[in-house]
């Protein structure tokens, strides 16, 4: 049906030539018609494109049709296209937001340019994946910041951590920000949490290369008696991490059999969203690498 419109657009706007016409004429024809439907399918796009930008929440293949105006055949190529180009993105429902250009774009303000809303759809797939509580973190005056969160589907472990900043050396995105120098220790003694609260130095020291060498943290009991939590670094554009990922839920959950395929998952969606961002990996194991199997000991 496109097709024939096309058509039908280009018969109306193409001059005719009479057949006594040289062939330079024919050719200049062959060019006017070109131009107007180039140009044409460029302005339609970019309508459809302004509408995904202007949209706060992402917007479904529906409502595009509605807002634009144009036929859903239309609609549906302009923005497979525009995917493809990485000017739009489809969340796990299928609905359209701006793409990773636009988020490269914007990233390079900083860290504190938007990262909630880029890394909210990885937040997303990890929570749903897990059904654990998921959580974003960075540092913050030598403690590490909840930025953002996803609950969990189970009535134990729902803490809201938005907003809390808890000890770097105890809590797994903390752990993985000191490992990759996105955070320093602040000075002094390392606090007490819990029986299993890692309080030496050099006994932290140790457990940070083991964060390096993993690809993630695990931290077991040692902020919360009971709460186990895996995290994995978030790359910028740079080798550089800005924040850290994680997934974590009580010890009844989070069992020697399950933590593996948890971090894994964890892993994944860090790296995806690092992409994202910017990152590509130099293949030297910083990121993108499958964790190594440990023990939730």
Same mark, same amino acid.
């Given at each position: 049906?496109?097709?024939?419109?096309?058509?039908?657009?280009?018969? @109306?706007?193409?001059?005719?030539?009479?057949?006594?016409?040289?062939?330079?004429?024919?050719? #200049?024809?062959?060019?006017?018609?070109?131009?107007?439907?180039?140009?044409?399918?460029?302005?339609?796009?970019?309508?459809?494109? +302004?509408?995904?930008? @202007?949209?706060?929440?992402?917007?479904?293949?529906?409502?595009?049709?509605?807002?634009? #105006?144009?036929?859903?055949?239309?609609?549906?190529?302009?923005?497979?296209?525009?995917?493809?180009? #990485?000017? =739009?993105?489809?969340?796990?429902?299928?609905?359209?937001?701006?793409?990773?250009?636009?988020?490269? &774009?914007?990233?390079?303000? %900083?860290?504190?340019?938007?990262?909630?809303?880029?890394?909210?759809?990885?937040?997303?797939?990890?929570?749903?994946?897990? !059904?654990?509580?998921?959580?974003?973190?960075?540092?913050?005056?030598?403690?590490?910041?909840?930025?953002?969160?996803?609950?969990?589907?189970?009535?134990? !472990?729902?803490?809201?951590? =938005?907003?809390?900043?808890?000890?770097?050396?105890?809590? *797994?995105?903390?752990?993985?920000?000191?490992? &990759?120098?996105?955070?320093?220790?602040?000075? !002094? @003694?390392?606090?007490?949490?819990?029986? @299993?609260?890692?309080?030496?130095?050099? /006994?932290?020291? /140790?457990?940070?290369?083991?964060? +390096? +060498?993993?690809?993630? *943290?695990?931290?077991?009991?040692?902020?919360?008696?009971?709460?186990? *939590?895996?995290?994995?670094?978030?790359?910028?554009?740079?080798?550089?991490? =800005?924040? /850290?990922?994680?997934?974590? %839920?009580?010890?009844?959950?989070?069992?020697?059999?399950?933590?593996?395929?948890?971090? /894994?998952?964890? =892993?994944?969606?860090?790296?995806?969203?690092?992409?994202?961002?910017?990152?590509?990996?130099? %293949?030297? #194991?910083?990121?993108?690498?499958?964790?190594?199997?440990? %023990?939730?000991?």
């Amino acid at each position: 049906m496109e097709l024939r419109e096309n058509t039908a657009e280009q018969s @109306r706007e193409a001059p005719r030539s009479s057949p006594g016409k040289h062939r330079g004429a024919v050719q #200049g024809n062959e060019a006017a018609v070109t131009s107007p439907t180039g140009t044409q399918a460029v302005d339609r796009a970019a309508q459809l494109l +302004r509408e995904v930008v @202007r949209c706060g929440d992402p917007v479904t293949f529906t409502e595009l049709t509605a807002a634009t #105006g144009l036929a859903k055949s239309t609609t549906s190529r302009l923005l497979m296209a525009l995917e493809r180009g #990485g000017l =739009v993105r489809r969340d796990s429902r299928g609905r359209f937001r701006p793409g990773e250009m636009f988020v490269r &774009y914007a990233w390079r303000g %900083g860290p504190e340019a938007g990262l909630v809303g880029i890394a909210r759809p990885f937040l997303d797939r990890l929570g749903a994946a897990t !059904g654990e509580t998921v959580n974003l973190g960075v540092a913050s005056n030598g403690m590490v910041e909840q930025i953002a969160q996803v609950d969990s589907t189970y009535l134990i !472990g729902g803490t809201n951590w =938005v907003g809390l900043s808890v000890p770097l050396h105890c809590a *797994a995105l903390g752990k993985v920000l000191l490992a &990759y120098g996105a955070a320093q220790l602040p000075p !002094g @003694r390392l606090g007490h949490r819990t029986a @299993r609260t890692i309080t030496s130095r050099a /006994a932290l020291q /140790a457990s940070l290369a083991e964060v +390096r +060498r993993h690809g993630y *943290a695990l931290t077991d009991q040692e902020l919360e008696p009971g709460l186990i *939590a895996v995290a994995a670094p978030v790359y910028s554009g740079g080798s550089a991490v =800005v924040a /850290a990922l994680s997934v974590s %839920g009580p010890a009844s959950r989070l069992t020697r059999t399950r933590i593996h395929d948890v971090a /894994a998952m964890c =892993v994944t969606q860090a790296t995806a969203l690092s992409a994202v961002l910017g990152h590509q990996p130099a %293949g030297n #194991g910083q990121s993108g690498h499958q964790p190594q199997r440990e %023990g939730a000991a």
